[in-house]
Nanobody, 126 residues
């Protein structure tokens, strides 16, 4: 099982970026896949999660309404569309996957995920 995150970069406040998490060795529709982020000096926090099997999605309050997580089964990828970015969104973003089915109360714990991709840097600055 491998995950490859990509799509990070430098963007101005108010701009958009689309992150992709490409999976190999497993089918993304059989796993819950989440995006986490970690800013310097801060703990890793969950941003969004898309459930396995069911089309359920979960978002942190800080990104709800601005970020959208989606899955492309044909490409075996999970994407994170990030709009209206602000400097507080600056962080290294990681994708993670696990076979378990999470709820809104359990998806945000990084300890629950067995598989992680490398991070991709997102910097929001003018």
């Amino acid at each position: 099982v491998q995950l490859q995150a990509s799509g990070g970069g430098l963007v101005q406040p108010g701009g958009s970026l689309r992150l992709s998490c490409s999976a190999s060795g497993f089918a993304v529709d059989r796993y819950a896949v989440a995006w986490f982020r970690q800013a310097p000096g801060k703990e890793r926090e969950a941003v969004a999660c898309i459930s396995n099997y069911e089309p359920l999605t979960y978002y942190s309050n800080s990104v709800k309404g601005r970020f959208t997580i989606s899955r492309d089964n044909a490409k075996n990828t999970v994407s994170l569309q990030m709009n209206f970015l602000n400097p507080e969104d600056t962080a290294v973003y990681y994708c993670a996957a696990d076979r378990r089915t999470f709820t809104s109360g359990s998806y945000s714990s990084s300890k629950e995920y067995d598989y992680w991709g490398q991070g991709t840097q997102v910097t929001v600055s003018s």
